[in-house]
């Protein structure tokens, strides 16, 4: 039943391709093979005439490289850095904080997350589906303010964006000698009285990964135990997306429709060995933990627009949910722990959890804009959004017997019992905003600006099975007042200033409003949510300069800064926890400030006034900053990279109908931390290649390949019992890991028709 609806919410479009009124008179849409032949010239960043800052980029500055999700593609925007395994690009942390900093926007519109910080992995959109990306810096009151980092909007192609078709075949050859394949379809053109696009795609991801691990009882002390292990993330994504434009009473009706679906098995397996020496006599553990994933992301939209004697209308209507069913199966077989000697195991665990989440957001808006003068616009409207939040995670009971008193005869399988909800994890979140702004817009000579208000509304109910009764029902309603001013002024004929600024907010996690209590969550201590959390807010600030280079070329400086208060931080409740004497609960409230700030750079440009029209290059560079003051004293905000840096070329070769380029990322060094842990993060530099060639007029083969340095993802954490023992540095393990992926190559083809 849920896959129907899924297929038909994606698929209503289609039923709109009936006889209404005439074609609406858009401007030509691109055609199949302009889509396809990119050969010929640089594919540069887009220069906007935005008020807000926003860098644009289209889907051919990244197709070259073929990004198999978004997650890939953004990697070569400003600001953009990850905190995710080698080779996997899922939570975009812009400007380097938290993905919860973060706003992502599918043409516009918000999208629900299936993660507790309410953040939208990227990879689960294939980059074969987007027009442009959008990272917009700064905020405007016509859109929601949960962007306090910024906001990244992935514009999908529209009815309008095509004129034809075209075939997308590849083979992937993932590392460790795993083969994968590709395949994507697309069409636009006109149906009945407006025009239609319609797409599909199946892609595999296959990302085997080694880690090593060493453990010592502190920094530069004896080893404990390392641990050798294998990770395997094995997966498909299909995608299936359309949208019909049709003229309407006077109006332009837009509907469209987008389902993906990622299938994912993620196998561990890990073998741990006393004092560093890899040998049986030294085995302590053998585990086994596999993680199967299916996750299904839907959305139905529908936006009419409408002039008329007072200026235009415009009504919005949307569904989006993401759903997120996962199974976890656990076993561990642990030796040494009396005289028995290997193979014989002393004792055999294992454990299996069941999550399901569904998130679900009805949206809908009536916007309308009207010319006060020649030079002042007047937008105003109001924006709904209902969102149910339905979280059911429940574990079977741990199944541990000792050898030689196992079941006879052994399972294969051992026999668990009925499942259970976990403490948090059987509750449903509902909240219902109301967001009316107004705003003001105009032109003056050179300056162009905008200045509004926005006032979110919102409310909050949480219902917590697992709470103590008193707990299990609670209401928690703020508003929030957010103004913005943007203005953009042309200072010469190739140059203009733009600056802004604007308040935004970051809600509370999912997990930090439950009140249940899960103990020794945070070292020995156990931690309880505070329902009644109020969300963070910022001032934050944007000045920028941008020079436009040749006909085509764009070079930018832009630094930004944000004032945030009310952080949420741990605190102490002072009640004992349930491990005893020196352990606490611990919970999270408002009491902390921060700030951050940094200075981001872009350059991209044809190199024509050297002679070589037809090399393109292209630099991103960033330096990222923050304060934050918490238990421990001074810190920058957790795991917020100090700096990335993006650079490479596009080189063209008219007369062979070829090109071939690289990109080159580095990211640096990131810290964080909690009660009783503190990581630090390094990775390795990424270097990316593509060379490609016209086959036939219709015809593009490229190759590309991706991880060419095998680039290492280095992980140093610090672990302590509780948070005096953090204070003296009394250390409860120090661990190294060191984890590393091979290059990933692709061959693909596209074919117009």
Known sequence: MKLALLAGAAVAPLLFAQPVLAQSTQDAPTTALEEVIVTGRPVLRNRTDDTVPTLSYDLEYFQRFEPLTVGDALKRVPSVTFLSDVLESDGVRLRGIDPAYTQILIDGERVPGAGFDRSFFVDRIPAELIERVEVVRSSSANRSGDALAGAINIVLRDAYTLDGGYVRLGAIRFPGNQWGETFGAVYGGPVGPGRLLIGASIQDRINPKDKFSTRLDRPGGAIDNVEVQTDVRDGTDYSFNAAYSVDVAGGTLDLSGLFVRTDRVQLEDSIEYRGGRQSNADLLTINENDLDIQTDNWSLRADYEREWSLGETEIKLGYAVITDEQFEFENEAEYLRDAIPFPEEDRF?????????????????IEHEMDLSDSLELEFGVQYVGKEREIDIAESPRVRFTIPNAPAPRPAQPPFGPAAAIPGGLSTIEETRIDPFVMLSGETGNLTWEAGLRYENTETTIEDQTAPAALRTIDNDYGLLLPSASARLQLTERDRLIVSAARTVRRPNF????????????????????????????????????????????????????DVTDLIEDVNTGVVGSAGAGTFIYTVDNVGDGEVYGVEFDLSTPLDFIGFDTTGVFLNASWLDSNVED???????????????NFGFTHDIPTWQAAFGATYRKQGEAFGRVLAEEVTTRYGAD???????????????????????????????????????????????????????????????????
Do not use: C, H
Not at 349 to 365: G, K, L, M, N
């Open 687 to 753: 270097l990316e290649i593509f060379v490609e060639k016209q086959l036939w007029s219709n015809t593009v083969i490229r190759f590309t390949g991706s991880n060419l340095l095998d680039s290492a993802k280095e992980e140093d954490f610090n672990k302590f019992a509780d948070l005096g023992d953090q204070i003296s540095r009394s250390f409860d393990e120090y661990e190294l890991e060191r984890e590393t992926a091979g290059p990933v190559y692709q061959v693909v083809m596209r074919v117009a028709f």
């Open 349 to 365: 665990t294992a454990d299996q959890t069941f999550t399901d989440i569904e998130d679900a957001e009805v949206s809908a808006a």
């Open 511 to 562: 997990d930090q409003l439950s009140p249940a209590t899960l103990e020794e969550e945070r070292g020995d201590s156990d931690f309880r949510g505070n329902p009644n959390l109020e969300p963070e807010t910022a001032w934050g600030f944007d000045i920028g300069v941008e020079r436009q280079l040749g006909d085509r070329g764009i070079v930018g400086l832009n630094v930004f800064y944000r």
């Open 631 to 645: 238990f421990l004293g001074e810190r920058r905000f957790n795991d917020q990279s100090d700096y990335v840096v």
